[in-house]
């Protein structure tokens, strides 16, 4: 079966792609979305199910109109999943599903599943995963071999929006022993230097070290003596949690009743409840290198039925029983991944576009007129966007 991807962030172009890959199906990653390109895309990959997924660029007014023009008509049936339930779910999620009109929404909540249903859409849950060929263990990386990480955004702006909520708590539990003893954190992610009032302390900046690519993260986990997972509410889990224990990190996290159910504390993983056993558990966790290392091992091995090779199958099996495609279709057959600007590369020279360029200064550059530029790619104005990309001429 042939599966287009509408997406181009590396946070989830390398999930859940690459287990439809691995389950036997041939997948194509579209990249930046444009009107010549998801047209080109879907007029030579001839996709058998379109999957589009997350909360990104991708996924903007006019980006979701685009899917809207492009996709909804051709009766081809197409996946939405929504990884921003339930906080977003009236904001984002339900707006873009009214938009692109999907034939089928997963959830990363259980109990938006019936909230779907009663609006009419075929529904039902999936979580998080992970993907071996992005998070495995590494060898200690110098950089990032430090006593206790965080991996994780600060979301000031959540906070002045709803400081009552969870994940504020869960982040208050697990930086107790740099609020209360000065133990320090390297914090990788954005926005920490804004979060001093919610954690009682401000952060020094040579703790700090910003963004972080998605595909460096398992160094990161690997390498950290002991790694700080927030969990956003009880009933839920996060990708990074499946992440960490795929990279061989030893996970510190919230003791929450859905941890519980998927994994052993003690054994996979450990787990606290307040300030006070988080700094008892990291001092002992420190002192016992021997201990971490049985849970590393055990966490890898826990973790492995929730391979994003497992949701493939399962998003495969439910869809089917759903009558959106059938046994044949979803039977494996040779996997492949490819994305869609390497086989276009292979045919154009393409031009990424870079901040401050305009359609003017490109046409000099190459010595191709605007008009030609235009033409070749569809454009209707001289807008172009940051991150996208544009035909300059056959190769």
């Known amino acids: 079966m042939r599966i287009l991807f509408l997406e181009s962030d590396p946070m989830w ?8 890959s691995d389950a036997g199906h041939e997948v194509m990653v579209s990249g930046p979305l444009m009107d010549w390109s998801l ?19 991708e996924h903007s007014k006019e980006r979701r109109l685009l899917i809207k023009k492009n996709v909804a008509h051709l009766g ?47 529904a039902a849950h999936l979580d998080f995963g992970y993907h071996s060929k992005v998070h495995f263990p590494t060898e200690i990386d110098s950089k990032y071999d430090v006593s206790l990480a965080l991996v994780a955004n600060g979301y000031p702006m959540l906070y002045k929006k709803n400081p009552l909520n969870y994940r504020f708590e869960a982040l208050r539990n697990l930086l107790s022993p740099f609020i209360m003893e000065n133990l320090r954190i390297d914090f990788w992610g954005r926005y920490w230097h804004f979060m001093g009032h919610i954690i009682g302390k401000e952060i020094p900046k040579h703790w700090n070290h910003g963004f972080l690519p998605y595909i460096e993260a398992n160094k990161v986990y690997s390498s950290a003596d002991i790694l700080l997972g927030v969990q956003n509410m009880d009933s839920q889990v996060t990708q990074r949690t ?24 003690g054994q996979d993983l450990i787990v606290t409840s307040s300030p006070e056993e988080t700094i008892k558990l990291v001092k002992h966790f420190l002192a016992h290198p021997e201990e971490r290392l049985e849970i590393k091992k055990a966490g890898i091995e826990a973790v492995k039925k929730y391979s994003y090779l497992e949701r493939a199958k399962y998003i495969l099996e439910t869809i089917t029983k759903a009558g959106l495609i059938s046994k044949e279709k979803a ?9 869609y600007l390497d086989i276009l590369q292979a045919k154009y020279e393409i031009h990424i576009f870079k901040p401050k360029e305009s359609l003017r200064s490109i046409s000099k550059k190459y010595r191709v007129s605007v008009k030609q530029i235009k033409k070749m790619n569809k454009l209707a104005t001289d807008i ?6 544009i035909k300059i001429r056959e190769r």
């Open 13 to 20: 172009i390398y999930g859940l792609p690459n287990g439809f």
């Open 39 to 57: 047209e080109e895309m879907i007029t030579s990959f001839k996709p058998d199910l379109i999957f589009t997924m997350g909360h990104t660029r």
């Open 76 to 122: 081809i049936p197409h996946i939405y999943w929504a990884t921003e339930d339930p906080g977003y779910t009236l904001t984002f999620s339900l707006p873009l599903i009214e938009t692109i009109q999907p034939d089928f929404i997963f959830t990363i909540c259980p109990h938006r599943v019936n909230f779907y249903k009663e609006k009419g859409y075929k």
């Open 242 to 265: 499946y992440e960490i224990l795929g990279s061989g990190g030893f996970l510190l996290t919230n003791d929450t009743s859905k941890i519980r159910s998927l994994f052993t504390p």
């Open 331 to 339: 039977a494996p057959s040779i996997g492949n991944w490819v994305y």
């Open 384 to 389: 172009i966007d940051v991150k996208d990309y």
